[in-house]
T-cell receptor, first 114, second 115 residues
Framework: AQTVTQSQPEMSVQEAETVTLSCTYD???????LFWYKQPPSRQMILVIR??????QNATENRFSVNFQKAAKSFSLKISDSQLGDAAMYFC???????????FGKGTMLLVSP | DTGVSQNPRHKITKRGQNVTFRCDPI?????LYWYRQTLGQGPEFLTY????????KSRLLSDRFSAERPKGSFSTLEIQRTEQGDSAMYLC?????????????FGPGTRLTVL
């Protein structure tokens, strides 16, 4: 069974600064996908960024980028130029290729101060 | 709004009562998922449909839980004889037919409180 660990229950960052959220996972498989989802307070979860395990290049989406270290089973999210709207719970999630169900971590609450 | 919708958004019930939630996926999304999210935790998988077929069920889905997707469109999740431990956010998600990005599109959830 796959597990996803987010060791930071809460992180704080000031506007315009950069913050990195950590995620590690455990699997014996080699073909999988990793995701970061954002869940704002009382709003629905949306996808921030995804990474295919077979790709060596780290995914980027505007201010969001990942540091994917397959050997270390690490998948961190970097948010650059943080904005107040980035405040939310962030979940790291794992999807085994050929399967359909996501395994989530416990989440990291990101606080953004002016 | 063409996103995933869930009704009701909030449900308060007394222990022992039955409750039913509805999920309407994005049009043409053939895969539909139910997750449960308790306070301080990430979502946990409950069950998954491809069209009208229920393909996978988690061991979290006790015999008090049942889910249906009769025509391959909307889905219902019923909890019988609710217990206080059932209090949680119930999330629904959908994905398009395989070959896409694997992104699951989530609804706003139904928050269940069992008194």
């Amino acid at each position: 069974a796959q597990t996803v660990t987010q060791s930071q229950p809460e992180m704080s960052v000031q506007e315009a600064e950069t913050v990195t959220l950590s995620c590690t996972y455990d699997t014996s498989e080699s073909d999988y996908y990793l995701f970061w989802y954002k869940q704002p307070p009382s709003r629905q979860m949306i996808l921030v960024i995804r990474q295919e395990a077979y790709k060596q290049q780290n995914a980027t989406e505007n201010r969001f980028s990942v540091n994917f270290q397959k050997a270390a089973k690490s998948f961190s999210l970097k948010i650059s130029d943080s904005q107040l709207g980035d405040a939310a719970m962030y979940f790291c999630a794992f999807l085994l290729s050929g399967y359909s169900t996501l395994t989530f971590g416990k989440g990291t609450m990101l606080l953004v101060s002016p | 709004d063409t996103g995933v919708s869930q009704n009701p958004r909030h449900k308060i019930t007394k222990r022992g009562q039955n409750v039913t939630f509805r999920c309407d996926p994005i049009s043409e999304h053939n895969r539909l998922y139910w997750y449960r999210q308790t306070l301080g935790q990430g979502p946990e998988f409950l069950t998954y449909f491809q069209n009208e077929a229920q393909l996978e069920k988690s061991r979290l889905l006790s015999d008090r839980f049942s889910a249906e997707r009769p025509k391959g469109s909307f889905s219902t999740l019923e909890i019988q004889r609710t217990e206080q431990g059932d209090s949680a956010m119930y999330l629904c998600a959908s994905t398009p037919p395989s070959g896409g990005s694997n992104e699951q599109f989530f609804g706003p959830g139904t928050r269940l409180t069992v008194l």
